[in-house]
């Protein structure tokens, strides 16, 4: 049994981090400002509900609880409102994971899990992604992910610190019991808009633009299911606290699919309308972007549960179909 630390624990992403690590009888501690994330998410553990750049309160934290791995949920993602803000983003994303890095130094903290992303490669020159391709971010959310990155390779050579950085695509779907799902304010991901569509929450969903170079005509994308990130930041975890290497590594399932094909199989798992309406192409948005998981499947052994974009599809119908109004509900 280790302890862990989620720091964003309340997140999507994090929320279901907590459930799998409780699940397999670690112990973990949420850190969260709840800015974000929601209480109800958390299903367990200790909470801790304050600042990830609170140097006073992670350096209590770190003196009064052992801690064997950091893992690391608590960005901002929004790629338009980092073009926005980029202070805020550089600030949280950047400047207050440097405050965590710097307190697990100075209590001996070694083992750093961090959730990266695929905006690190910016507009990327081939398909799939592999992780040696170029690293040029077009916005600052990108940017300060990679900021991040660069520091814990810097932080292994100067501290011997061990990291895993794992780089995904889009996330998706929710747990199968349905007791947690996404819930964001606002919704950008494809899938819950246009399930917000098929519940009526939504007129209609957006397609922007049917010109591309793809089969169809619509962008195309990589979608993992959420638990099967999970599975991976754990199996990267039990890598490192085994003694293994600092990694990174994409997330991805290789299996890629249309704007319309998400749509018309949202159709048919609702059995629900969904209008769709085709508007012009947003700047940036390349044709394809999908990963390459080869690393991460031949160096970690691990294999997506929910390679079919079907079964994710109908575990985050399950979710909204029970929280209409997500855990406000």
């Known amino acids: 049994m280790q302890t862990y630390l989620v720091v964003g624990g309340a997140g999507y992403i ?36 304050g600042d990830l750049g609170d140097r006073e309160l992670l350096g209590s934290l770190f003196s009064s609880r052992r801690v064997d791995c950091v893992m690391h949920f608590a960005a901002f993602s929004l790629v338009g409102e980092s073009v926005e803000q980029p202070l805020a983003y550089y600030l949280n994303n950047t400047g207050k994971t440097a405050s965590l890095l710097l307190a697990m130094k ?17 507009e990327p020159e081939s398909v799939p992604i592999m992780e040696g391709a170029a690293t040029e ?36 779907g929710a747990d199968p019991s349905g007791a947690i799902g996404e819930d964001h304010s606002p919704e950008t991901h494809l899938i819950p808009i246009v399930l917000q569509a098929a519940s009526g929450k939504r007129e209609s969903i957006a397609i922007f633009g049917d ?7 619509t962008c195309v994308r990589d979608y ?31 299996n890629c699919y249309s704007v319309r094909e998400i749509i018309d199989i949202s159709r048919e798992v609702t059995g629900r309308e969904i209008k769709a309406v085709v508007t012009p192409r947003r700047p940036g948005d390349p044709a394809r972007l999908v990963a390459s998981s080869e690393k991460i499947r031949n160096q970690l052994g691990w294999r997506p549960s929910f390679d079919d974009p079907r079964a994710i599809i109908e575990t985050a119908w399950k979710w909204h179909s029970e929280h209409p109004e997500g855990y406000s509900s």
Do not use: Q
């Open 224 to 254: 993992v299911h959420v638990n099967d990130l999970v599975d991976a930041h754990i199996l990267a975890a039990e890598h490192l606290l085994s003694g293994g290497e600092s990694l990174t590594c994409n997330l991805g399932c290789e």
């Open 137 to 172: 971010p077009t916005n600052p959310y990108g940017r300060s992910k990679l900021t991040v990155e660069k520091a814990l390779a810097d932080c292994e050579t100067a501290h011997g610190l061990r990291y895993a950085t794992l780089r995904y695509f889009n996330a998706a």
């Open 211 to 217: 010109d591309w170079d793809t089969p169809d005509g």
């Open 14 to 49: 994090g929320s279901h981090m907590v459930k799998a690590l409780l699940g397999r009888g670690h112990e973990v501690i949420t850190l969260d400002d709840l800015s974000k994330g929601h209480r109800e998410a958390i299903v367990g553990g200790d909470v801790i509900e």
């Open 106 to 122: 100075e209590h001996g903290v070694g083992r750093f899990i961090f959730s990266s992303t695929a905006a690190v490669y910016g």
